[in-house]
Structures are given as structure tokens and as C-alpha cells.
């Protein structure tokens, strides 16, 4: 890694455009809990595979819709802030 520290997102992923926006802003992967528990509680194991490919099939489907091939492929430039500046 050259000395760099890889990002991981962690909270309040629940959909695919959310993992598209963690690449987006830098992070090399994200961490999925509640959805994963809510789909265990649900139906076991097959919920937690049914969470997992729901996210899989939302995160391929949003970035067909942004034009990329792959995960690796998210540019930075694709999130826009146009809020107030953040604070120094
Ligand atoms: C049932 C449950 C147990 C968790 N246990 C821990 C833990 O022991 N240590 C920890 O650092 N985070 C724990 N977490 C936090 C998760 O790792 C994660 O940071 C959190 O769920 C935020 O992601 P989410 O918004 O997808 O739920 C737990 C979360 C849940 C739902």
C-alpha cells in the first residue's frame, strides 16, 4: 500500500448507490451489519445470502446506470458536494 492506509465505510449502507458513494469518496470497501442481522432473523442463512445478493444486484445495476464496468472503476468526480464549505 505504499504507506497509505486503505478506508473502509462502515454504517448505514443499505442500498447499492450507498457503496457507489463510498468508492466514490475514497473508501476501498464498505461493512454491512443490521441488514445482515435483519435478514438473519428473517429466514437464517438464506436471508443473510438473500441481503448479500440484493446488494450485489443493486451495486452492479447503479453502476450500469453511471456508465462504469466495475467497482474499481467509480471516479472520484462522481459524487458532487454543493453545500455550505465544510469547516477548516
Ligand atoms: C447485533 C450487532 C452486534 C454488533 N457487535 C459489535 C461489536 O461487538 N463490536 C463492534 O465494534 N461493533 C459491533 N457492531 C457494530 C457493527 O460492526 C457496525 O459498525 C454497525 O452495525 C453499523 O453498521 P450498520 O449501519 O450496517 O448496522 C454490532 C452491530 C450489530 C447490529
Redesign the pocket.
Known sequence: MDGRVPVLL?????RGTDVVKALALGARAV???????WGLSVAGADGVAHVLALLRAELANALTLCGLGSAGQVPRDLVVTDGPAAAP
Open positions: 462502515d454504517g448505514g449502507v443499505r461493512a454491512i451489519g443490521r441488514p445482515v442481522v
